[in-house]
């Protein structure tokens, strides 16, 4: 039967566990809004990392709107919990149509966004839900080599002509580019050589679409790495859309988006067993409780252990970590079995991912859980 951790001290917490610092994603949150305020730009908030209702209430500072989502089904989960203006920020195929018009039908605004003629053909041919019309965003890839029709390519203007165009199906809200190629910089430097990058060409596209009478009235960009190291030349942006810098992540910490302290997630594991022959320790923590998404990115193995530098996380099966340390002998003194550990996660949506609830820490209790939405 499911119990409530509520007001249980974090030592009480059965685990692994995933715990979320309610004073650090608050203030994460507001970081962001005060970055789009002060540049004069819209913040149309990513909630995939966290997807909760209680995140992108923070996200949206209460205002409850302005969002994009990775999937059908948390839009819906959105829309049921009173958000609007939603935008579903997934390349658009024929399959998503009936749910994609129910969510039309319902929220004030909910956008779709495009990246092939198929879509736009889709489109054209469906009739929206009187009086509404679709209302769509072209997807355009600036670099980042995922979705998105490439800048350069004359086939993107022509979509924004065909969008444009059908203003009695179609509203054409404007362009989203996720510049997310920022996450394979080598340093900090690199991530501002590419979102300057991805801005300069994505305002190229938008004048050449200009030149063809097409107007983009929403010119949106954005990835955490970029968004949380702001270029004044983003004010000439009307909307950003980073997402994981609610929890941000140790991956994070490389690119220059922030320092350890300011990641506002980890996972509780505790010691379970000592194996001095080998020099390690185990602990109940295993790939289905973080991922393997940090694999040989960092001297201390799948994660960064808080508080213990000489630590290293080195290897997982499903249920159970193997602990080592970098330099030297480990002093099993030091680590009684039953101890608690503080895992920091490379990549902090994939280990969300792997919790039914989490776990919302003030001064040391839980003060609320909160339970993301699951499944596409
Ligand atoms: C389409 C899209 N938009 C926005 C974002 C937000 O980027 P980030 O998680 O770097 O903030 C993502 C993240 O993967 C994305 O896929």
């Known amino acids: 039967m499911a119990t409530s951790n509520v007001g249980l001290r974090v030592d009480q917490l059965t685990t692994p566990a995933f715990l979320v610092d ?53 839009s819906e989960f959105y829309a049921d ?10 390349p658009l195929i024929p399959f998503h149509m009936p749910r994609v018009t129910a969510l039309t039908k319902r929220l004030e605004k909910f956008h779709v966004m495009v990246d092939s003629r198929l879509a736009v053909e889709t489109l054209l041919e469906t009739p929206p839900p009187s009086p509404k019309t679709w209302s769509v965003f072209l997807k355009v890839d600036c670099g980042n080599g995922r979705a998105g029709v490439w800048w350069e390519d004359e086939e993107g203007i022509e979509l924004a002509l065909s969008l444009s165009s059908a203003s009695s199906r179609i509203t054409f809200c404007g362009v989203y580019v996720h510049c ?50 702001p270029a004044d030349t983003m004010k000439k942006l009307t909307e950003l859309h980073p997402g994981n810098y ?12 922030c320092s350890l ?52 996380l080195c290897s997982m099966t499903q249920e159970i970590g193997f602990v080592e340390t970098i330099k030297g002998k480990l002093d099993y003194a ?5 101890t608690m550990l503080f895992l920091l996660p490379w990549h902090s949506c994939a280990t969300a991912a792997m919790y039914p609830v989490y776990n919302v820490i003030q ?14």
């Not at 908030?45 to 990775?70: D, M, N, R, Y």
């Open 246 to 257: 609610a929890f941000l992540d140790v991956q994070q910490s490389t690119l220059g988006s």
């Open 180 to 229: 997310g190629n920022t996450y394979h910089a080598d340093d900090p430097k690199d991530v501002d050589v590419l979102r300057d990058e991805n801005i300069e060409r994505l305002l190229k596209f938008v004048e050449r679409a200009k030149m063809r009478g097409v107007v983009c009235p929403t010119v949106g960009i954005g990835s955490t790495p970029s968004c949380r190291r």
């Open 22 to 74: 309610y004073a650090q994603v608050k203030a994460n949150c507001n970081n962001m809004l005060e970055t789009c305020n002060k540049m004069g730009v819209r913040l149309r908030a990513q909630t995939k990392t966290h997807k909760t209702i209680e995140g992108a209430e923070l996200q949206t500072g209460g205002t409850k709107k302005c969002l994009v989502t990775s999937t059908l089904d948390e």
């Open 334 to 338: 030091k680590y009684p079995v039953g």
């Open 363 to 376: 001064d040391g209790r839980v003060t609320a859980e909160w339970k993301p939405t699951r499944g596409w």
């Open 81 to 90: 919990h009173g958000f609007d203006d939603i935008l579903y920020g997934y």
């Open 261 to 312: 302290e300011d990641i506002a997630c980890c996972v509780a594991t505790r010691i379970i067993g000592h194996y001095p022959r080998r020099n390690q320790m185990l602990i109940d923590c295993g790939f289905t409780g973080l991922t393997k998404q940090g694999e040989g990115k960092m001297p201390s193995g799948y994660c960064v252990i808080k508080d213990h530098p000489n630590l290293k």
